[in-house]
């Protein structure tokens, strides 16, 4: 007799092991990072102007989308994922790019895959739980500190 198909997908015995395997193979300095200038100046008013236009099309990670899944450490700056055409985001914002200084970050991704299974919380769009943590992990400002949190609260491995 044939058991159901989901008695018989594979499970991971020691999933901390993969995570911590990919982990290790990824680096967030892959993607391609243009800094910005926003009015906004703070990051609850840029958070409620991302509210007011929808930030599915570039949504946030680092310490910005970890403030709203497992606040651990205060970081100012807003990055976000931006796939396509920065315009949206830089129209709904009021973006001037940068040198150096800005307040708010673009990312291009390397890999579109950063992108799958994104979340909601607070009315805005982030990345996934693991997509954050291996965004964080080997940020230079506390991202290790933060990535721990993340995992521990949204990823229980």
Not at 29 to 44: S, V
Not at 51 to 64: C, D, H, Q, Y
């Amino acid at each position: 007799r044939r058991r159901p198909l989901d008695v018989d997908r594979p499970v991971l015995e020691r999933p901390g092991d993969v995570l911590n395997l990919w982990r290790d193979e990824y680096d967030f300095a892959d993607n391609e990072m243009t800094g910005y200038y926003c009015p906004l100046n703070d990051r609850k008013r840029i958070f409620d102007r991302l509210r007011e236009v929808g930030n599915k099309e570039f949504p946030l990670t680092l310490g910005a989308g970890a403030s709203l899944v497992a606040p651990a450490v205060r970081s100012t700056d807003v990055y976000m994922y931006s796939p396509g055409p920065p315009d949206g985001a830089v129209d709904a914002l009021g973006l001037r790019p940068v040198e150096f200084g800005g307040n708010v970050y673009l990312v291009k991704p390397a890999d579109e895959g950063v992108l799958f299974d994104m979340q909601v919380i607070n009315e805005l769009w982030i990345v996934s739980g693991l997509q954050l943590y291996l965004d964080l992990y080997r940020y230079p400002m506390r991202g290790e500190e933060q990535a721990e949190a993340v995992r521990d609260k949204a990823l229980g491995v």
